[in-house]
């Protein structure tokens, strides 16, 4: 069998790997997502217009535990570039984007602009495919409507 989870008004759901890898443990193979405030520059943007978007995939194994992918369309999880202005230390290249939509290592910087997302355009395409299944199915606002995450829903 095949279980699809999407998930509206949460914030945050957390590891969506929970949910789908419960699912694969009752046979089923499963995938989750879910979409938030905008904080990820879509294809060619320089300015947010999806949240992190998140997804899960989870199979059954004939032995053991079942196969649990979880991760985030961005290159890293907003918490790590929140962390990093905390601590007062750079972000790697390639993670987000200033307000003026240039590359930035200051993680206070990237809060005020954009994250990007993994594997550039590629990426942006799943955050897209992740925010229609997120928010269309489920009826969720687009991140571009959702309030940020301390509003809730």
């Known amino acids: ?17 929970y949910f789908t890898g419960r699912l694969a443990q009752q046979g089923l193979v499963s995938f989750a997502a879910t979409n938030g405030p905008a904080v990820l520059a ?5 300015k947010p217009v999806y949240c992190t978007n998140p997804m899960s995939f989870a199979a059954p194994a004939a032995d053991g535990s079942p196969l ?8 890293t999880a907003f918490v790590n570039i929140r962390k990093a202005a905390e601590d007062g230390k750079k972000i790697p ?3 987000a984007l200033d307000a003026s939509g240039n590359p930035t290592t200051d993680p206070a910087a990237a809060m005020k602009g954009a994250m990007l997302a993994f594997g550039g355009q590629r990426g942006a395409n799943i955050a897209l495919m992740v925010e229609v299944l997120a928010a269309g199915i489920s ?3 687009w991140s571009l ?6 509003g809730g829903p």
Do not use: H
Request: aromatic share 12%; charged share 10%; hydrophobic share 40%.
């Open 1 to 17: 069998g095949v279980a699809i989870f999407s998930q509206k008004n949460a914030y945050t759901c957390g590891a969506l790997g």
């Open 42 to 46: 879509g294809s060619g943007s320089v």
């Open 68 to 75: 649990v992918i979880d991760q985030s369309s961005s290159a």
């Open 93 to 95: 290249e390639g993670w």
């Open 139 to 141: 009826g969720a606002n």
């Open 145 to 150: 409507d959702a309030p940020w995450f301390t």
